[in-house]
């Protein structure tokens, strides 16, 4: 069964400071990674893809460790509406989607 | 754009009843999906469909039946609710399944309670 694996914390981290989450798969066939942003009650929402060269989105980092099959993510300067579930997602190439993780609960404290 | 809708937003059933989720999407997106969501367990794939007129099984289907009809909506179908199936409920829909055009973009989900 494909698996992608979270520290569910929570995270409670002081408003301004870098923050990392990392996430583990285990289908070594998966293709694309990507983190997705729930607030609470509500859907998920696409953050970044994570590409193998790493990638960056002004205050976020993504990066992706083929040979130990793990996907991280930075967050720098934290804000308040940071606060959220981080989800680590994969897609293993077929038509049936994606394989979420459990999320990672970040609480960003003033 | 309204993007992904669901209907309804909440619901009380009673063991036995039976129900449908509708999910419509203007995106003209081929790919349709339907999760459920419980605490502690992450999103769960429950039925997929890649184009107008398919469907396909995924992790958790026992329990659903899923229809698409038409290529912008996708209904889920409880024909027999249990309190195991009490969940958010959460449709999604992507162009494709290749590369970064698997982007999935969720409803903001249905919350249904089995007494």
């Known amino acids: 069964r494909k698996e992608v694996e979270q520290d569910p914390g929570p995270f409670n981290v002081p408003e301004g400071a870098t923050v990392a989450f990392n996430c583990t798969y285990s289908n070594s066939a998966s293709q694309s990674f990507f983190w997705y942003r729930q607030d609470c009650r509500k859907e998920p929402k696409l953050l970044m893809s994570?590409?193998?060269s790493g990638n960056e989105d002004g205050r976020f980092t993504a990066q992706l460790n083929r040979a130990s099959q793990y996907i991280s993510l930075l967050i720098r300067d934290s804000k308040l509406s940071d606060s959220a579930t981080y989800l680590c997602v994969s897609w293993g190439g077929g038509a049936d989607g994606l394989t979420f993780g459990k999320g990672t609960h970040l609480i960003i404290q003033p | 754009n309204a993007g992904v809708t669901q209907t309804p937003k909440f619901r009380v059933l009673k063991t036995g009843q039976s129900m449908t989720l509708l999910c419509a999407q203007d995106?003209?997106?081929?790919?349709m999906y339907w999760y459920r969501q419980d605490p502690g367990m992450g999103l769960r794939l429950i039925h997929y469909?890649?184009?107008?007129?398919?469907?396909a099984k995924g992790e958790v289907p026992d329990g659903y039946n899923v229809s698409r009809l038409k290529k912008q909506n996708f209904l889920l179908g409880l024909e027999s609710a249990a309190p195991s199936q009490t969940s958010v409920y959460f449709c999604?829909?992507?162009?494709?399944?290749?590369?970064?055009?698997?982007?999935?973009?969720f409803g903001p989900g249905t919350r249904l309670l089995v007494l």
């Open positions: 999604a829909s992507s162009y494709g399944y290749t590369g970064v055009q698997e982007t999935q973009y």
């Open positions: 994570v590409y193998s």
């Open positions: 995106m003209n997106h081929e790919y």
């Open positions: 469909s890649v184009g107008e007129g398919t469907t």
